[in-house]
């Protein structure tokens, strides 16, 4: 079955740091660009990060850009993301995803059931 | 790239007819994907390149459209389609603001 599981997420105080995981199964991890994308309470979707899958491009949303790092370990089937300098606005579920090309385009065709980030003192 | 969604909310019964309207402030060819979203679960893909229906999705859903414009249709409302529905593009990169800011689709 193919499977994306985050984990790391909690509560952390403003200005902290937090390490999230997600663990691939099921499919060849390393033939696939990853995503990280976030939904603060109530709201949509916001895409955070993407690194292909060679770590050879990556991707920043404006808002984490200098605070968060991705990094992804084909090896160990395992993308990570290191959040420092941690904001009340950063509050949200995290989730990976899989991100897969059909010519043209793109799709986040498979999705972790997401992690919890809760900034507050 | 901005992707905005009409309605933001709505309202309908089981068997009825919906459509959600996103809308991209350029082109993104046929580059567009739609997502549902269900309370306290992950989206999942039901449209790609803007009317590939993936597999496993109901045959009610449709999507259409290219350039700025698309559509995606629920022929028949059932229960479990009460959700909220994002589109999002992948024309180009970096993909930021690549969502839609989601439409909520309820029960009158």
């Known amino acids: 079955e193919v499977q994306l599981v985050e984990s790391g997420g909690g509560l952390v105080q403003p200005g902290g740091s937090l390490r999230l995981s997600c663990a691939a199964s099921?499919?060849?991890?390393?033939?696939?660009?990853m995503n990280w994308v976030r939904q603060a309470p109530g709201k949509g979707l916001q895409f955070v990060s993407y690194?292909?899958?060679?770590?050879?491009?990556?991707y920043y949303a404006d808002s984490v850009k200098g605070r968060f790092t991705v990094s992804r370990d084909n090896a160990e089937n395992s993308l990570t993301l290191q959040m420092n300098s941690l904001r009340d606005d950063d509050t949200a579920i995290y989730y990976c995803a899989r991100e897969s090309f059909g010519g043209t385009y793109s799709t986040f065709d498979v999705w972790g059931r997401g992690t919890l980030v809760t900034v507050s003192s | 790239i901005q992707m905005t969604q009409s309605p933001s909310s709505l309202s309908a019964s089981v068997g009825d007819r919906v459509t959600i309207t996103c809308r991209a402030s350029?082109?993104?060819?046929?580059?567009l994907n739609w997502y549902q979203q269900r309370p306290g679960r992950a989206p999942i893909l039901l449209i790609s390149a803007s009317s590939l229906l993936q597999s496993g999705v109901p045959s009610r859903f449709s999507g259409s459209g290219s350039g700025t414009e698309f559509t995606l249709t629920i022929s028949s409302l059932q229960p479990e389609d009460f959700a909220t529905y994002y589109c999002?593009?992948?024309?180009?990169?970096?993909?930021?603001?690549?969502f839609g800011q989601g439409t909520k689709l309820e029960i009158k």
């Open positions: 350029q082109t993104v060819g046929r580059s």
């Open positions: 999002q593009h992948s024309y180009n990169t970096p993909p930021e603001n690549t």
């Open positions: 690194i292909s899958k060679k770590s050879s491009t990556i």
């Open positions: 099921g499919f060849i991890f390393s033939n696939f660009d």
